[in-house]
Antibody, heavy 121, light 109 residues
């Protein structure tokens, strides 16, 4: 059974970058994709992008293009999400999740526990 | 990009049936997935492929999808079902992105 454990909470200054990690266990890391989703306080879920570790190729939601970088290290089964040029609106809980799919669709299961990123001067 | 519309809130008495809708243009041609999120917790997959349940999800939770509306139905609602519910589709036409509905807060009266 796949489990995803994320790194701890972060407090960052506006304009800086944050790196969140997501360690997978319980299955072969390269067999599936990892997606990142964020949730601002009191708000809904927002898709950021994802990566297929075995290929190393990432895709990003248009909103985050140029500001987010998603990578994966197959040797450690860890995926990373770096968000740069942080602003207060980026304050949110960031989740990683295993992306599963077939027949032209994808869903997320399971999810990591979430990482709170606070952007404040 | 593709837009999913959910009612902000739904209220239901214990033991009754709750229906949460997810609207989208010709959503019946897509596969819809549903998540439950309780306060302070990560989302949990509830339904995938419109109506399939992962192991461990009670049969009280069911889904359907046709036309411009997908529906999550919760039968015999319990106090523990109070949570936020999100629908999600995969938008292959838009750089292969996942799209979430805005979420529906289910209140058990």
């Amino acid at each position: 059974q796949v489990q995803l454990v994320q790194s701890g909470a972060e407090v960052k200054k506006p304009g800086s970058s944050v790196k969140v990690s997501c360690k997978a266990s319980g299955d072969t890391f390269s067999n599936y994709a990892i997606s990142w989703v964020r949730q601002a306080p009191g708000q809904g879920l927002e898709w950021m992008g994802g990566i297929i570790p075995i290929f190393g190729t990432a895709n990003y939601a248009q909103k985050f293009q140029g500001r987010v970088t998603i990578t994966a290290d197959g040797s450690t089964s860890i995926a990373y999400m770096v968000l740069s040029s942080l602003r207060s609106e980026d304050t949110a809980v960031y989740y990683c999740a295993r992306r599963i799919g077939g027949s032209g669709t994808n869903w997320l299961d399971p999810w990591g526990q979430g990482t709170l990123v606070t952007v404040s001067s | 990009s593709y837009v999913l519309t959910q009612p902000p809130s739904v209220s239901v008495a214990p033991g009754k049936t709750a229906r949460i809708t997810c609207g989208g243009n010709n959503i019946g041609s897509k596969s819809v997935h549903w998540y439950q999120q309780k306060p302070g917790q990560a989302p949990v997959l509830l339904i995938y492929y419109d109506s399939d349940r992962p192991s461990g999800i009670p049969e009280r939770f069911s889904g359907s999808n046709s036309g411009n509306t997908a529906t999550l139905t919760i039968s015999r609602v319990e106090a523990g079902d109070e949570a936020d519910y999100y629908c999600q589709v995969w938008d292959s036409s838009s750089d292969h992105e996942g799209v979430f509905g805005g979420g529906t807060k289910l209140t058990v009266l």
